[in-house]
């Protein structure tokens, strides 16, 4: 089958002869593999020594300005590569070579477009994760991912293992933004792509140590955040300067002798018109091309604003009077909601990817 095998390194030189020898002897004959490195000590003389008897293509994209860590290691490996399948998997043989031919197989025998292998699907474990903190850790992140992103995650157990193989051209480059050493959630979370699992048992390693860190923690709670929040931010500034400028609009036209509730319908309806254009360049630009077309979209995202300004007043008078909660609050409470289910409504209906 037509694939990359994609072994991000840094520092692996003890380990790289006996990984290839072992994925060798495993693949067919127009299996690749490229090895994306960032080293510092002697691994890239190493890889090209073991290339030299290789029976199947061994090929070293050494980064001499590495950026984006393991991750933007392995984005640039993806970029690299020209085959229907790319696989991923780490240069320590905690990933055991011999499940390569089990992962393109079923990737062949089902329609998926990524195969993950799996720590904790029934036959999997997590043994050679040394530490019950470790452990911990790991599993704690995985239940938060999860309850995150439950929809892209939803048939994932394991979105922090680096070994998986997917397809290719499922899978949008520019869409990616790799930090630290999360890749596969990177990639499940940015598309919507079919996932099929194998268990597997993560090993120890062979030689060397982790290159895992509290400043890898770190990295991961900034991805979490941008994968989650990041759009969410942008479409609050775009909202927050459109509020602006609908103050200022209606100032300007009040100022010229227009009536008060004109002018708030024509700045309403310029405020709604131009936050549609900033969105679409700032907050959705990658998701445009998947679902509806540009009218569509419009008429969506006019419709929910234009339901959205009427519904606020009722709403606003009904928690005063039924309530009793200060009136201001009740007014920063209902904007608050109005917000969060605007967002939920651009995502989910009017930018379904
Ligand atoms: N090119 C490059 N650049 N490779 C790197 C870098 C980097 O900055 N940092 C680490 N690597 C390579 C290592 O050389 C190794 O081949 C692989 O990435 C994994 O690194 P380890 O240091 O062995 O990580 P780990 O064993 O702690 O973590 C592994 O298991 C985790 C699951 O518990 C990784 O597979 C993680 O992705 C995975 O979440
Ligand atoms: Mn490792």
Not at 46 to 58: D, K, L
Not at 196 to 209: I, K, N, T, Y
Request: glycine share 8%; hydrophobic share 50%.
């Amino acid at each position: 089958m037509s694939v990359t095998v994609i072994v991000p390194t840094f520092n692996e030189a003890p380990n790289v002869e006996e990984l290839v020898r072992r994925i060798e002897s495993v693949v067919d004959l127009d299996a690749e593999i490229l090895f994306v490195d960032d080293s510092t000590d002697d691994t890239p003389s190493v890889i090209e020594a073991v290339a030299n008897t290789s029976r199947v293509p061994v090929r070293l994209l050494h980064r001499s300005e590495p950026h984006g860590g393991l991750s933007g290691a392995v984005v640039e490996g993806i970029r690299d590569s020209t085959r229907e399948w790319c696989l991923v998997m780490d240069g320590d043989l905690q990933h055991p070579p011999e499940m390569i031919p089990v992962l393109l197989e079923t990737g062949r025998q089902t329609d998926a477009d990524v195969v993950v292998a799996s720590r904790h699907v029934a036959g999997g474990s997590d043994a050679g994760l040394n530490g019950w903190l470790r452990r911990v850790v790991s599993n704690g992140s995985i239940a938060l991912t999860r309850a995150m992103f439950p929809n892209r995650l939803r048939n994932c157990t394991d979105p922090m293992t680096g070994f998986f193989a997917f397809r290719r051209g499922s899978v949008v480059i520019d869409r990616l933004r790799p930090q630290g050493f999360k890749i596969l959630l990177e990639i499940l979370a940015r598309h919507r792509l079919r996932v099929v699992e194998e268990p597997f048992v993560f090993g120890s390693r062979h030689a060397g140590e982790s290159k895992a860190d509290i400043g890898q923690g770190l990295r991961f709670a900034h991805q979490l955040a941008s994968l989650r929040f990041g759009r969410m931010s942008r479409f609050a500034v775009i909202g927050a300067l459109g509020a602006i400028g609908n103050v200022l609009l209606m100032a300007g036209m009040v100022a010229l002798g227009i009536p008060y509730l004109l002018a708030a319908a024509v700045a309403a309806i310029v405020t709604i018109v131009a936050n549609f254009a900033l969105q679409e360049r700032f907050v959705f630009h990658d998701l445009r091309h998947e679902g509806r077309g540009l009218w569509s979209r419009f008429a969506h995202s006019f419709a929910y604003n234009a339901a959205d300004a009427t519904a606020r007043l009722p709403l606003l008078w009904w928690l005063v009077e039924i309530t009793s909660i200060p009136s201001v609050i009740a007014q920063a409470v209902t904007l608050a909601v109005a917000f969060v289910l605007r967002f939920v409504f651009h995502s989910r209906i009017v930018y379904r990817p």
